[in-house]
């Protein structure tokens, strides 16, 4: 039957189909994937979310049991307020915080707050592509900016600003970009912030993966100089666990808290409540710091290993992006190899990486391919690059 469905979300775009053979290839237990960017299970703390869960039952159960406030749970917000003082921003308020569904429904509602179709909104080139993906639903056209190895390209982003005032906002990832795994340098991110200073364009900054640092020093959230032209996305995914899809946003924009709150309340009501307790007895409880510490450290080991085993089974010309810290590598093969290619061989022998084309909005035939290192053990780490280096190594000779 053929039923009358809007323009919007026609067919799965082109980023929509990666992200589901991503989330495909991390559900199957016969491949050894790369390709998502999913916590090591190891770092769960099972048992202390067990007793936070009791805790909260027998202390609040019908808190937890029954509908709730949009904004979200009130310690919750608190904590995540506090938390913005690490980051070196001192004024927020736990009024300025709305709980999200993961930080992905906050780039959701970000769209549908702020893109009317043809709007402009400009990215990091290359960029997150689940954000690609949510922004494509409202219809934007899309302006990129070059990544360096320092950060985005400041000519070119002021060069942007300039030319297109009236862009809705700019979506940037300070630290630990995906897919590349750079993090602006300081220099980028004080000439970022003279480039905003002086436009009106809303700075989108998403920081999923500042607290997994294992070297140098972060910069602080661009919220500390940009005041309210700056909203802040943020996610206990990759700190704490992901099943519980718990995100925020944090904005300090009277108008555009109370646009993306109503939009929240029309897609949920709010985010799911038991979660949210459990998740703020677990913060109080328990010392998060040393959780993250912990992480870091297991993170350092593969990135280590996976750096290492790269190093060793790929081809000459290969290049690797440097990284301090978050979950990602980011290769580049020589003689224009597809990664496409690369990626389709390398899943028919049972490996799976995240081509680089889907996270461009306009380059195609890339030979850049994103690669996860959190998410396996050590012995997968080395059967599965040594396959991808044979695969690689085919594709150079062909
Ligand atoms: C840059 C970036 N933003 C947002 C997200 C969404 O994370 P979540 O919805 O789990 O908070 C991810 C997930 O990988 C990401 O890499």
Redesign the pocket.
């Known amino acids: 039957m053929k039923l009358n469905l809007s323009d919007r979300i026609t067919k799965p775009d082109f980023q929509g189909e990666f992200t589901a053979s991503i989330l495909a290839a991390a559900a199957s237990p016969d491949l050894i994937s790369f390709a998502?960017?999913l916590p090591n299970p190891v770092s769960f703390p099972i048992p202390e979310m067990e007793a936070a869960t009791k805790k909260v039952l027998e202390q609040n159960g019908v808190t937890a049991l029954q509908y709730s406030s949009t904004p979200g749970w009130p310690a919750l917000r608190q904590w995540i307020a506090k938390r913005y003082e690490t980051m070196g921003v001192k004024d927020v308020s736990p009024d300025d915080i709305i709980i999200?569904?993961?930080?992905?429904?906050?780039?959701a509602m970000v769209g549908a707050a702020l893109i009317n179709p043809g709007d402009k909104v400009i990215v990091e080139d290359p960029?997150?592509l689940?954000?690609l993906q949510s922004f494509h639903v409202f219809d934007p056209v899309v302006l990129t900016v070059t990544m360096n190895p320092d950060g985005i390209d400041c000519d070119e982003l002021a060069e942007t600003i300039k030319n297109n005032p009236e862009a809705k906002f700019a979506y940037l990832?300070p630290n630990f970009?995906?897919p590349t795994g750079l993090s602006y340098s300081q220099e980028v991110h004080d000439k970022v912030v003279e480039i905003f200073k002086e436009s009106n364009v809303l700075l989108l900054e998403?920081n999923?993966?500042r607290e997994l640092r294992f070297a140098g020093t972060a910069t602080d959230s661009f919220g500390k100089e940009l005041g309210e032209q700056c909203c802040m996305?943020?996610?206990?995914?990759?700190i704490v666990t992901?099943g519980m899809?718990?995100?925020w946003i944090c904005v300090r924009n009277k108008e555009l808290h109370d646009k993306l709150l109503s939009y929240k309340a029309t897609a949920d009501l709010h985010t799911n409540i038991f979660s949210q307790m459990v998740l703020a007895q677990y913060l109080a409880d328990n010392d998060v710091d040393e959780h993250i510490e912990k992480t870091k450290a297991l993170y350092k080991a593969k990135s280590d290993l996976m750096v290492a085993c790269l190093k060793k089974y790929l081809p000459a010309g290969c290049e690797l992006t440097p990284t301090e810290g978050g979950?990602f590598l980011w290769v580049t093969m020589p003689n224009n190899i597809s990664a496409v290619e690369l990626y389709r061989k390398a899943l028919d022998k049972g490996v799976a990486i995240c081509p680089g084309d889907p996270f461009y909005e306009y380059k195609r035939n890339v030979s850049s391919f994103r690669i996860n290192y959190s998410n396996s053990t050590d012995e997968a780490i080395e059967k599965g690059i040594k396959i991808l280096g044979e695969v690689c190594e085919e594709l150079l000779n062909a």
């Not at 999200?100 to 780039?107: E, H, P, R, Y």
């Not at 996305?233 to 990759?238: E, P, Q, V, Y």
Request: no cysteine; aromatic share 10%; hydrophobic share 30%.
């Open positions: 998502g960017g999200t569904n993961g930080s992905q429904q906050a780039l960029t997150y689940v954000a990832i970009q995906n998403d999923p993966y996305l943020g996610t206990f995914s990759k992901p899809r718990i995100g979950m």
